[in-house]
């Protein structure tokens, strides 16, 4: 059974840092692109940041330039560094993962339970 199990999320002041982790188990973690998606009070869950099964990055506007998505198949972990965090970056980030044959995504797909990040002076 795959499970994803996210960690780092806390309480920060603007102007911080934070670096989430999500620990994959009961999968082949090089196969699987890796997203952190994150929802605000109110608000849909929307895409933050992405790697893909071979290292490439993509990252939402809102966090481009202040964030950096990176992965280490050794640990079946990826991770989301955060840097000058905003009130507005105030979510529950959850890990998704989605299995990859070659460069073809597949439907299989997997969520964590969520970690709240809370940017608050």
């Known amino acids: 059974q795959v499970q994803l199990v996210e960690s780092g999320g806390g309480s920060v002041q603007p102007g911080g840092s934070l670096r989430l982790s999500c620990a994959a188990s009961?999968?082949?973690?090089?196969?699987?692109?890796m997203t952190w998606y994150r929802q605000a009070p109110g608000k849909e869950r929307e895409l933050a940041a992405t790697?893909?099964?071979?290292?490439?990055?993509n990252y939402a506007g809102s966090v481009k330039g202040r964030a950096t998505m990176s992965r280490d198949n050794a640990k079946n972990t990826a991770y989301l560094q955060m840097n000058s965090l905003r009130p507005e970056d105030t979510a529950v980030y959850y890990c998704?993962?989605?299995?990859?044959?070659?460069?073809?995504?597949?439907?299989?797909?997997?969520w964590g339970q969520g970690t709240q990040v809370t940017v608050s002076s």
């Open positions: 009961g999968c082949t973690f090089s196969n699987y692109a």
């Open positions: 790697i893909t099964p071979t290292g490439g990055t």
């Open positions: 998704h993962a989605r299995r990859f044959l070659g460069i073809v995504p597949t439907s299989v797909e997997y």
